[in-house]
């Protein structure tokens, strides 16, 4: 490792943490904003600002006109998840995930955090209809999930932070798989095809030494094109382009890079460069499109509706966590994986905590699973109180049990 590497590596915690906290702020400042004006009598401004039509201008008609509330979730929220990719490489090459005994652990994890809240939730569930529901409590929403850990600074080590990452983006493949296989049609080869295009050119491109970023923004949007005509969630093209992306200061043939662009990795010059638009623009905007989840039509006196906010509130604050913890605590003692540096169990607590909220991705689940309409508002209902729930757990568990600034 360079010394530049080194020094950006042990400066890495102090340099993002006061704006990391900031940007936790505004995130939750900006989820309460939104949840107050869809229960607002302002309500239907609301759903009119996000239902807005863009059309992206393109010269080839390749995407139908999708609204604004796509192109947050699909288009913008993709930023987010080449940073979240960029943080996982570089820590996979010189830090807390370098060692595979480590970076197996918030993958078993992540199973444990999937398959008991789906257990917990059948068990409530009994009826047909509402087990459609079961996959709805197995959701780790990866923004609001690190924004809330973000507000905890210094009193977690930053390994814990990667394990969130890495088991978050876990529970979000295994999500668009549920949804490929139970909730649709299925996934479309075509789209892989192009999926492999856009990274053979990215590859190709490396090989031949191009350092700017600007010229990977081809690539990248074959490799989100791809995605979304697969059937997946094109925002996995920001996770795979940002594992993709040069470790090191000179890479592929051309060895010497221009002096203004060898002192620092790519992964670590594109991290720095995204990382304040990230937290202070793309995860705000995110909140404000997706919490205003309205409670209008809420009804919880029927049986069905009260099993499954039941289920899906069991299956978020007490099975994802429960989930968590028992398999990566079965991992270690098996010795299949290792805690990392400054990681205790009482840090793997907080991480199935924080593992509960569920928000986005589960509501999305909840819309392709129930057709009823108290079905559905009792889901959402579920959803939000589980999700305000376990960010305010994780939140005192790491004020009380944790010293720090």
């Known amino acids: 490792m360079s010394a530049a590497h080194a ?3 042990d400066l890495w915690p102090l340099r993002f943490i006061s704006l990391e906290a900031t940007s936790g702020i505004v995130l939750l400042l900006a989820a309460a904003l939104a949840f107050a004006w869809a229960n607002s009598p302002w309500d239907y401004a609301y759903d009119a600002l996000w239902h807005l039509k863009v059309d992206p201008g393109l010269p080839v008609r390749l995407l139908p006109v999708h609204d604004l509330h796509f192109w947050v979730n699909d288009g913008l929220m993709t930023v987010l998840f080449l940073l979240v990719g960029l943080e996982i490489r570089r820590e996979m090459h010189d ?3 370098a060692d595979v005994r480590v970076a197996a652990l918030p993958v078993i994890a ?11 939730y059948v068990l409530i569930n009994t009826d047909p209809t509402a087990r459609r529901g079961w996959a709805i409590p197995t959701a780790t929403d990866i923004a609001f999930a690190v924004g809330v850990l973000s507000l905890l600074g210094r009193r977690v080590p930053p390994a814990l932070r990667m394990l969130l990452l890495t088991l978050a983006i876990i529970d979000d493949i295994v999500a668009i798989l549920v949804i490929a296989f139970f909730y649709s049609s299925g996934l479309a080869p075509g789209g892989f095809a192009i999926v492999a295009a856009g990274v053979l050119i ?3 491109m490396q090989q031949l030494g191009i350092a700017a970023a600007s010229p990977y923004l081809l690539p990248g949007a074959l490799v989100w094109y791809g995605m979304l005509s697969a059937g997946v969630h094109p925002t996995l093209a ?5 594992l993709l992306t040069p470790v090191t ?8 890079q221009p002096a203004a662009l060898s002192g620092e990795p790519p992964v670590v010059r594109v991290e720095a460069l995204l990382h304040p638009y990230v937290a202070f623009g793309i995860m705000p905007v995110f909140a404000l499109a997706n919490a205003g989840v309205g409670l209008a039509g809420l009804n919880l006196s029927g049986g069905l509706p009260r099993a499954v906010a039941a289920g899906v509130l069991a299956g978020l604050v007490l099975g994802k966590p429960t989930g968590i913890v028992l398999a990566a605590f079965a991992a270690v003692r098996l010795k299949l994986c290792a805690l990392p540096e400054a990681v205790r169990w009482p840090h793997a607590l907080l991480l199935g905590l924080l ?6 991705m589960s509501i999305f689940i909840a819309n392709l699973a129930f057709e009823d309409t108290q079905l559905l508002a009792a889901a959402k209902f579920a959803v939000l109180l589980a999700s305000v729930l376990a960010a305010a757990l994780g ?9 720090g600034g």
């Open 355 to 360: 593992g509960g909220i569920g928000f986005t």
């Open 110 to 120: 992540a199973a444990g955090g999937v398959i008991v809240p789906a257990l917990i």
């Open 395 to 403: 939140l005192v568990l790491g004020r009380r049990r944790f010293s």
């Open 238 to 242: 920001g996770v795979l382009l940002g």
């Open 202 to 204: 990215a590859l190709i």
């Open 249 to 256: 200061p000179a890479f592929g043939r051309r060895r010497r």
């Open 95 to 97: 830090g807390a995930l």
């Open 7 to 9: 020094r950006h590596a």
